[in-house]
């Protein structure tokens, strides 16, 4: 039976520092609803939140309960703030700020890891840092040097799992020698399980969940700000008051396909779950498929904004693209989430995800009232043929489902 361990108030604090930073990439993507626009978006974001998840990982090993790691924890969340900060910006003036705050964010992570793994941290420690200084980098350049060095920096982001699963298949702790790697061995025989194997492999699987639920529904939250952003110093007309209820049926309605659906299922799962196969595990499920998750929510959030105040109008491609959009992606990441746990089914979700795409022609050639009505009411069908299909469905029973998508 594991030990109890839940989120603290200073980690719950710490996520919504962190998603300030998804606040702007909304405001950024709505002024620029443009591929260019989504590109750097994508970038920054997939960026971004590889260092949360590694903060993420490290509070489940090492959590806040002692001044300096708070304060060090502290010094990591002024360092998000200063690289949101400079998001709107940070493929031009603000690239060199963004890539500084991000290197710190780097280098505090990798110091409170040292309290887990000790010299074993060098194997994700030194990626972490290249990609911080390529980011940097780009902040001294414009156009394709400055997105090469981005790329650069994803690059060395997906090469560091493969990296650490084979060092903590090997079972090493770290590039020691000698006398070091012997006395290091000497104390895993008297205490074993603190390779770094051992390490990646022991989270505790409620507060995995719980952490990434919270950062969830702090990012839905985000979506009801730009509902009222969108609206700015419109008069609120029966209209707008329409329209603003849409747009918080449609994230409800995505609030409801994770959290009663999928939230106690996933930490059943992850409770079952071998610890030497969590770490793989929570990479596939909360850092590769929450991906789009996040995203979808900010890009809907951002189609929101520029669609509130024309409900009654064509919308142009950019606003019906990305409310549309943005539903499909977070569909798409949740079947990845469910299909990584062996939770489902998955057809009605696969279904929502194509009609939603089908709205944008709603949006361009009726009205944006219109294509939030229609997202509306596949999402909520959806969820009515999901529930009648499977009201309580045990995870194990559904993992042939939601792999083979029937």
Known sequence: METEHRVSTLELFFDLVFVFTITQLTVLLADDLTLRGAGQVVLIFTVLFWMYGGYAHLTNQVPPDRTVRRVLLMLAMGAFLVCALAVPTAFGAGGVAFGLGYLLVVLVHSALYTQAHGRGVLWFALPNALCALSVTAAGFFDG??????????????????????????????????????????????????????????????????????????????????????????????????????????VASAMWWMYFVRDEGRAERVFERTPPERRFKLAMVAYYYAF??????????????????????????????????????????GDLAFRAALGIGPARYRAAALVLALATVPVGMGWAGAGQLVALAFVLVAALAAEGARSPAEPAEGAAAEAVTGS
């Open 144 to 249: 394709a040097p400055a997105w090469g060095l981005w790329m650069l920096a994803l690059l060395l982001q997906f090469a560091t799992p493969v990296v650490v699963q084979r060092v903590a298949a090997s079972g090493a702790t770290g590039p020691e020698a000698g006398a070091e790697a012997e006395a290091r061995a000497e104390a895993e025989a008297e205490a074993p399980g603190q390779t770094v194997g051992d390490q990646l492999g022991g989270m505790n699987a409620a507060h995995l969940v719980e952490r990434h639920g919270l950062l969830l529904i702090i990012v839905f939250g985000e979506s009801v700000i730009a509902i009222g952003i969108g609206v700015g110093s419109l008069p609120l007309s029966l209209g707008i008051a329409g329209g603003a209820f849409l747009a918080l049926t």
């Open 291 to 332: 991906l789009p998750m996040l995203l979808g929510i900010a890009v809907f959030a951002a189609g929101v904004k520029k669609t509130i105040g024309h409900l009654g109008e064509h919308l142009h491609t950019g606003p019906a693209v990305a409310l549309a959009g943005g539903v499909a992606l977070f569909l798409a």
